[in-house]
């Protein structure tokens, strides 16, 4: 099950880049320019979701979060597991990000920036 929260996650991640990209008027743009729009946009909406994640992590698993994700041979199955067990209403935290996250795209004045 784990496997399908995370498949889901990528799905809307990339569903909100898409959505957000068409909202702006940006989908007519060359293809390469979108696909780094749309990488660099990916990049900074998973980054916020992580973070917010173990922002909300209590200490004790934010510890063993920590200990596994400097172990040499990294088993993200296992920082999932410690993610999974904490608790936490992921969907909620990860349906917040994004309603912030968007609500900064949508507001930035990307033709002003071009110019």
């Known amino acids: 099950m784990q496997e ?3 498949i889901t996650t990528a799905e809307v ?7 957000l990209i068409a909202e702006k008027g940006l989908d007519k743009i060359q293809d ?12 900074q909406l998973v980054k916020r979701i992580n973070l917010a994640v173990l922002k909300e992590l209590p200490d004790d698993k934010f510890e063993e979060f920590e200990k596994a994700s400097k ?3 990294v088993d993200f199955e296992e920082l999932q597991d410690i993610v ?6 992921t969907e909620k935290i990860v349906e917040e ?15 002003k920036e071009e110019a």
């Open 4 to 6: 399908n929260a995370t």
């Open 13 to 19: 991640v990339d569903k909100v880049v898409d959505d």
């Open 32 to 43: 390469g320019q979108k696909q780094e729009l749309r990488r660099m946009l990916s990049e």
């Open 71 to 73: 172990k040499k041979d």
């Open 84 to 89: 999974a067990g904490a608790g936490l209403d």
């Open 97 to 111: 990000v994004i309603q912030n996250f968007r609500k900064v795209v949508l507001d930035l004045d990307l033709e």
